[in-house]
């Protein structure tokens, strides 16, 4: 047979058999369980792993030719190429949005607008001139957040002094200070420490004649000037912080104008050390795109040249996320491998493969080989902690999560290799590390605990809406459907805290906010599935509303959707076209609570059935994963694979007679008193 191309278009792991039909009352729902599983197993790589495309907005092939050019060595092809892409991307109304179907975005517009004349397009090209109009409908430059005005200084668009101060002596404030570096999110700290020392210097790069945006301006280009917060009262804490961070941001400016930072030498060197010091063990500072832009622009500041061995390496390592094709490269925000992986291993392992199916044991030893077993910026705010976690990304030691780790070990429950010994150990690590992430509000956040001092929302850079690490319900949710699989329940007293935690944070409707999903429906789904499997009794009142919730919900073809734009105005909760991620979620929230019967139910399966493709996977277009809300939205290209695989999987399971509700890890719990 032909072996068919990976996802991200390389050679995959060819699977040479098919896989037997499971018993079953019909063969509609075995069939096409039997196809996606064989589907999802040709797309793995041959070292173990599977990796799908990760899809994200226009956002990053804007800012890849703004690099290109600010390095001052552009390359003609790969900025056609860019800009093709960003011309396909455009709305015909001639902005571009955050995810398919959504509206025009201001930062989206006005920097695809500037790189494409970075490019070389004329401003009177017609998808420019649409695009200009465009962006004066959203407010233009004075609309944009922090972010986009300091891409524009570096091009001389936009004035330094009049975006917030983002001095690199932040680096040098104690960890015991109650602002420091790691008060706020793993993301936000990777970001801002190399976009300090680029305010530090304050570069602005000569751009091609004619690239310029002087005719956006209405007057003179200044920073806001409200100190009172909008729909805030004038005599409030919310107005009290908010003053004080632009009072101080207003000294800060006039200090840098006035060159008057006598610690400024040792914070660029704090800030650089810093950097070099995340760059072990990583594929890039913190293995995403826009650390790593900052990184590689920092490093320019600071005078590595191309030459340099780690400058030369933070390059090459950004352009590993370009998917080139014939006229167009797209840009990825970072790679998946141990998220798909360990998502990929759980679903075939409920479809029907055994614990020690070749295909599952390599990719399991591959995930083994990924586990991080040194400390990283989480030790900060959990010192007691042991490291035995694992990232997202090929290789981010220093950022480990909880959520990948989580995923990792469900995936691991249902593997057995030939050295238990050393599953057992890793398992036993994560375990325990895990556990050490729990926050003192009785859940889990993604990368750090208790990063929740709201004060820092209120900072004038704070615009990107992702400052913080709360604890999610999403997370929460996974951490106790993998603690129910390694035989733990409420008498455990962090499960009884978690439990607590998700009861706490359901809305009123019944549903749970999802914070790395689209959006009530994923945190529905994963919090129902994570009491489930700590043995929470699925007749009590909080489960059965949440079970009509999705039921409520259910689109007239028998499936369920949900718009990105629920983030931002919450009555759209539960409404939008159907997908098959989605769908899935939906039905895997109703069969955790033992709702395997219903008309909902069936025509949910039906749905899937129906709207699958002979090729055994799915097909979507709509972004169902979020990386930060109101702001960034992905499309997990195998999403809509391994999600309906599993929800088929789960309900053919149980509606086998002697079925149990939820299954353990043969032979691999641990015991509560780890």
Request: charged share 20%; aromatic share 12%; proline share 7%.
């Amino acid at each position: 047979m032909s072996t068919p191309d990976r996802v991200d278009g390389t050679a995959a792991f060819p699977w040479d058999g098919q896989l037997p039909l499971p018993p079953a009352e019909g063969a509609a729902i075995p069939e096409a369980i039997r196809a996606a599983t064989n589907c999802l197993l040709r797309l793995q790589d041959t070292e173990g792993f599977w990796l799908g495309e990760l899809e994200a907005d226009s956002s990053l092939e804007a800012d890849a030719i703004l690099l290109d050019y600010f390095l001052g060595d552009p390359h003609p092809e790969r900025v056609r190429k860019l800009a093709n892409t960003l011309r396909e991307e455009q709305l015909p109304e001639g902005g571009w949005s955050l995810y398919p179907g959504g509206r025009p975005n201001v930062n989206l517009t006005v920097k695809a607008y500037y790189a494409m004349r970075l490019a070389g397009l004329a401003k009177t090209d017609p998808a420019l001139r649409k695009a200009e109009e465009m962006a004066r409908q959203l407010g233009g430059i004075e609309a944009t957040n922090s972010f986009t005005r300091i891409y524009l200084c570096l091009f001389g668009q936009y004035d330094w002094r009049d975006v917030p101060a983002i001095p690199p002596e932040i680096v040098l404030l104690p960890s015991f200070a109650y602002i420091n570096i790691y008060e706020v999110s793993s993301w936000s700290r990777a970001i801002l420490v190399p976009l300090s020392i680029i305010y530090a210097f304050q570069p602005v790069r000569k751009p091609p004649a004619g690239a310029h945006l002087r005719r956006w301006f209405r007057g003179t280009r200044s920073r806001p000037r409200g100190f009172v917060p909008p729909n805030a009262p004038l005599y409030s804490w919310k107005t009290l912080f908010h003053t004080a961070f632009h009072t101080a941001d207003r000294t800060l400016s006039v200090l840098e104008q006035k060159k008057w930072t006598p610690l400024r030498g040792k914070a660029l060197q704090t800030a650089e050390q810093w950097i070099l010091d995340h760059l072990e063990g990583s594929d890039g500072l913190g293995a995403i795109y826009p650390a790593m832009m900052n990184c590689i622009m920092a490093l320019n500041c600071l005078g590595y040249d191309r030459e340099d061995p780690v400058f030369a390496r933070q390059v090459a390592e950004f352009w590993k996320l370009a998917i080139e094709e014939k006229e167009t490269i797209r840009m990825q925000p970072c790679f998946s491998p141990v998220w798909d992986t360990a998502l990929a291993i759980f679903a075939a392992a409920e479809s029907g493969l055994g614990p020690t199916q070749p295909a599952l044991c390599r990719a399991a030893e591959w995930l083994i080989s990924r586990q991080v077993l040194r400390p990283g910026d989480w030790k900060v705010k959990n010192p007691k902690g042991e490291p035995g976690g694992w990232a997202f990304e090929f290789a981010n030691d220093p950022f480990p999560d909880v959520d990948d780790t989580a995923m990792v070990l469900l995936a691991l429950s249902r593997v057995r290799l030939p050295d238990l010994a050393r599953q057992q150990f890793s398992i036993r690590r994560g375990l325990e590390w895990l556990l050490s992430m729990q926050s003192s509000d009785g859940g889990w956040a993604s990368f750090e605990v208790d990063v929740t001092k709201s004060i820092l929302c209120h900072v004038p850079y704070a615009d990107h809406n992702a400052m913080l690490d709360p604890s999610a319900a999403d997370i929460t949710g996974r951490v106790l459907e993998m603690l129910g699989t390694m035989g733990y329940d409420a008498q455990f007293p962090p499960v009884r805290s978690a439990i607590e935690f998700l009861q706490r944070q359901q809305e009123p409707d019944g549903s749970w906010y999802g914070r790395w999903g689209v959006n009530y429906l994923y945190g529905t789904c994963f919090a129902l599935r994570g009491l489930a499997a700590v043995g929470v009794d699925m007749r009590e009142g909080f489960c059965l509303r949440a079970a009509e919730w999705i039921r409520s919900y259910q689109n007239p073809d028998g499936g369920w959707g949900e718009s990105c734009d629920s983030y931002d105005t919450p009555d759209l909760r539960g409404l939008g076209p159907s997908t098959a991620s989605q769908t899935a979620w939906a039905l895997l929230g109703l069969l955790a609570t033992g709702d395997f019967d219903s008309d909902s139910v069936r025509r949910g399966i039906q749905f899937l059935l129906e709207t699958q493709k002979p090729s055994g996977r799915w097909e979507e277009q709509d972004f169902t994963g979020t990386g930060f809300p109101s702001v960034f939205y992905l499309k997990y290209h195998l999403y809509s694979l391994y999600f309906p695989l599993l929800a088929l999987s789960d309900y053919h399971s149980r509606r086998r007679p002697g079925a149990e509700g939820s299954r353990k890890g043969a032979e691999l719990q641990l015991a509560p008193s780890c």
